[in-house]
């Protein structure tokens, strides 16, 4: 009998820390923002199926992580490169990350640009209030292999192995989809964002999308480049 009320205890505890887990009420803020030669920044709309621009388009991303919430962000590109945009390394979510401030890539005034060829860019963000271990373990086996590809393009073997790692990062991304899909009953409104920004950087009335979720978070953010598609 003993022996039976342990089990049934050591059951309810663990199916109740992975209900703690999982459903740990998760807050923070995100945009995409894009401004085209000679207008004014404008924000992406997230739940449009893609976005089109042109390939002098320049992009920047805002990111306002609530307490306990951990970001992931990654940049998938014409050519299947996949890039860990933020933060810049897994490592730094242990030294070098705050609950308390905002985030932009690229970092302070700057905007990053397309090549000028046409493309498509997906962008992969993910939030958690717990660490995503096994997708950092990954990503910090994949980058140094992407670094050394771009020094030995031509390395048959480095381009399988970095393939390869590519694949595990992706395969993992489509997993927590799948694992936390349950609690991905998010809610999402407009919150103005310009006070975080210098003056003039972007217009007052331009908004993030403040999400309000249950654990965990992903949203694909899909563009589409080049001349032939400005908008």
């Not at 700057?110 to 096994?134: H, I, N, P, V, Y």
Request: hydrophobic fraction near 35%.
């Amino acid at each position: 009998m003993k022996k039976q009320l342990i089990l049934i205890l050591i059951t309810f505890l663990s199916l109740s820390s992975y209900g703690q887990t999982t459903t740990r009420p998760l807050n923070f803020s995100y945009a995409f923002l894009f401004r085209e030669p000679g207008t004014e920044a404008q924000a992406i709309n997230p739940n449009t199926s893609e976005t089109r621009l042109s390939s002098q388009a320049e992009i920047k991303v805002f990111l306002k992580p609530g307490p306990g919430v951990n970001i992931y962000l990654f940049l998938q590109d014409e050519q299947d490169a996949l890039y860990l945009l933020f933060p810049e390394k897994p490592g730094d979510l242990d030294c070098c990350y705050s609950f308390a401030q905002s985030y932009t890539y690229p970092p302070a005034n700057s905007w990053t640009g397309f090549d000028q060829s046409q493309g498509k860019e997906k962008f992969l963000l993910l939030a958690s209030t717990t660490r995503l271990r096994k997708l950092e373990e990954l990503t910090t086996i994949y980058l140094p292999k992407l670094s050394r590809l771009w020094q030995s393009p031509d390395n048959i073997k480095l381009i399988q192995e970095t393939a390869q790692a590519r694949h595990s990062i992706i395969e993992e991304i489509a997993k927590l989809r799948l694992e936390y899909s349950e609690y991905q009953s998010a809610k999402e409104k407009p919150v103005v964002i310009a006070g975080e920004f210098r003056d003039g950087e972007i217009p007052e009335g331009i908004t993030a999308t403040e999400v309000s979720a249950n654990g965990f978070y992903a949203k694909t953010i899909r563009l589409v480049h080049g001349d032939n598609e400005k908008p």
